[in-house]
Every structure is written in structure tokens, then in C-alpha cells.
């Protein structure tokens, strides 16, 4: 199944904490709680640090181009495969894209982004 939206959200530490509380209560109750793809920050500062522009260029070349490997990744981007292989790494961490490693002779990960747009929301 692919997701359209991916939300990012700012959320202090204790609003998580009360949120998770409240989906487990209604699944103890046995009521169906809605999966959501929303990935919580705790402020924009630390956002900041995982999603750069270098990064949002990486999940926009692997929407687009669909590369079948980092490999491949890099030389679209034009950089070099190692800092893109930990750019991967840290979207692939947080759940911004996923790779899927093939082994047919020498082993390949390929990066893929299941969502067309990343959604931001800021409490004020």
C-alpha cells in the first residue's frame, strides 16, 4: 500500500508520551485506532539536523529517477556515494524512505520513497 502524505510534526516530550497513553488506552478497550505516518520532533531545531536540504534533495532524486542502488543515487546527485549511503542511512532511520537490499552477485540497496508529499506541523 503506498502512502501519499508523510507528516512531520513538532512535539514536546510529554505531549508524545500522553499521546501514545491515549492510543494505548483505546487499544486495551479494544477501539481501532487509525495508523497514522507522522514522525515527531521534539523542536524544529533538531528537525533541522535531519532534514537538510542535501537530504530533501535525496528523497526528491530517488522520487523522481527510482535508482536502483545508492551507487547509482550518488551519480545522479553528484556526489560522493559514501556521504549519500549516510544521507540514506539517516532518512531510512527516522522512516522517510526505505531500502530494500538484493543480493545478486555483489549485494545492492535500493532506496525508494512511498509517499508524494512531506507535511509539516507546527503547534504555536
Do not use: C, W
Request: charge should be positive.
Amino acid at each position: 500500500m503506498k502512502v501519499k502524505n508523510v507528516k512531520l510534526e513538532i512535539m514536546s516530550e510529554d505531549q508524545f508520551i500522553g499521546e501514545a497513553k491515549d492510543v494505548m488506552k483505546k487499544l486495551s478497550k479494544g477501539v481501532n485506532v487509525k495508523a497514522k505516518s507522522v514522525i515527531s520532533f521534539n523542536s524544529l531545531s533538531v528537525m533541522r539536523k535531519f532534514i537538510t536540504d542535501e537530504r530533501l534533495k535525496v528523497l526528491r532524486a530517488i522520487k523522481k529517477h527510482h535508482p536502483s542502488s545508492i551507487y547509482e543515487l550518488a551519480k545522479i546527485l553528484k556526489r560522493d556515494t559514501k556521504n549519500v549511503a549516510n544521507d540514506v542511512g539517516y532518512l531510512e532511520d527516522i522512516g522517510l524512505l526505505e531500502v530494500k537490499k538484493t543480493k545478486k552477485g555483489r549485494q545492492k540497496s535500493t532506496p525508494s520513497v512511498n509517499y508524494d508529499k512531506i507535511l509539516l506541523e507546527i503547534p504555536v
